[in-house]
Each structure stands twice: as structure tokens, then as C-alpha cells.
């Protein structure tokens, strides 16, 4: 079945600290994968997406994904946090024939 | 730039009655869908369309009906509310065919309550 799987439901971290937040997928969802953010009471935003190409792929915020088909993952980072990190995650998969796959979410809660 | 436009942000309703949640977008997408989003369960799609006239159903569409006359418009309608479907509901558009890169635009949702 095609699945994209957030492993994290929540995840605390202190200011200025790294953090991960890990996402895997199926090898079935295609390879074009994706990071939205969503802040509160918002609508969801692109924060980075993988095509093709490099594993190593950089967005906005800071934020970088590395793409790794062996492990199936595509996990989310930023080497230092902010307060205004704060907001819930989706790692989503495009699946062709116009179907998207969204994992359930991470709520990253960055503490002062 | 307005984007996706979503309206009404929020509505309750009664269980049993009817109501349209309107999407409308000002980039010529011919991809538009609509996801529900319920906590511990991500975004699930609802119903979408490639094009003026196309629909299909996706994860969830029973309950919901949508229509596609305009490249622009794509509403949703609730047929007879459950309060099983107070949920969050976004809208979101992307380009199609060739030049699609699987990106999506979202609206900033509506929020539903069905008492």
C-alpha cells in the first residue's frame, strides 16, 4: 500500500537547538517528495521538495531534507531552531494520477 | 496575490443540513482538490479534478459532492451534514500534466462544526 509515515507525533526542543524530524515513505509512493509547514490557524505552506537529482535538498527557514531511497526516508532538519518554528509538519508523497499521500503530521513545539 | 481563496473560514451547522464550501484560484491550476484534516490523521483527500468538467473521487467522498465548470472554481458540497464531517477542509491547486511538480497551493481552510 502507499503510505508516507511520520514517526514523531510530537517533538520538543529547546531554542537554538538542532532538531529532525523523520519521515519514511513506501516504495511504491513515487519519488517526488515533499515538506510542508502549516502555523496555527493557517493553511499548509512548501518548505521543500525533492525531484530528482541531488539527496540533499535545501528550502526556506533554514530547513534541509536528505532524500534516501535505500532507507526509504526523507527526513526534515535544521542544525538550530527558533521560536517561530513552532508549527506542525507534514512529509507528503506524490503518488501520479493526481493522488497525494500526507503523513499524519509532527508538531514541533521549539521552548525558550 | 490572492491565491486559493476559501469561504466561509467557519461554519456550524445543524445535523441534517446542506451547505457549499467555496474554493475559487487566480492561477490558471487545472488541478484543484479538497483534503479534511482531523488530529492524528494528517490531510485526507476528499474529491478533485484536473480539469473544467473532471472530478474524481479520492479518499474520503462519501457525504460530498463537487462540480467543475470554471478552471477557477471548485466548490464543495455537503449534502447532508454528519457530525462526523466537523473537520478543518482546505482547498489546494496545482498545475497539471507536463509541468506538474507535484506542488500545491492551499487555501487557509474552513473550519466546520456540525452540531
Sequence with gaps: ?112 | NAGVTQTPKFQVLKTGQSMTLQCAQDMNHEYMSWYRQDPGMGLRLIHYSVGAGITDQGEVPNGYNVSRSTTEDFPLRLLSAAPSQTSVYFCASSTAGASNTGELFFGEGSRLTVL
Design chain 1, 1 to 112: 500500500a502507499q503510505s508516507v509515515t511520520q514517526l514523531d507525533s510530537q517533538v520538543p526542543v529547546f531554542e537554538e537547538a538542532p532538531v529532525e524530524l523523520r519521515c519514511n515513505y513506501s516504495s511504491s509512493v513515487s519519488v517526488y517528495l515533499f515538506w510542508y509547514v502549516q502555523y496555527p490557524n493557517q493553511g499548509l505552506q512548501l518548505l521543500l521538495k525533492y525531484l530528482s537529482g541531488s539527496t540533499l535538498v535545501k528550502g526556506i527557514n533554514g530547513f534541509e531534507a536528505e532524500f534516501n531511497k535505500s532507507q526509504t526516508s526523507f527526513h526534515l532538519r535544521k542544525p538550530s531552531v527558533h521560536i517561530s518554528d513552532t508549527a506542525e509538519y507534514f512529509c507528503a508523497g506524490f503518488s501520479g494520477t493526481y493522488k497525494y499521500i500526507f503523513g499524519t503530521g509532527t508538531r514541533l513545539k521549539v521552548l525558550a
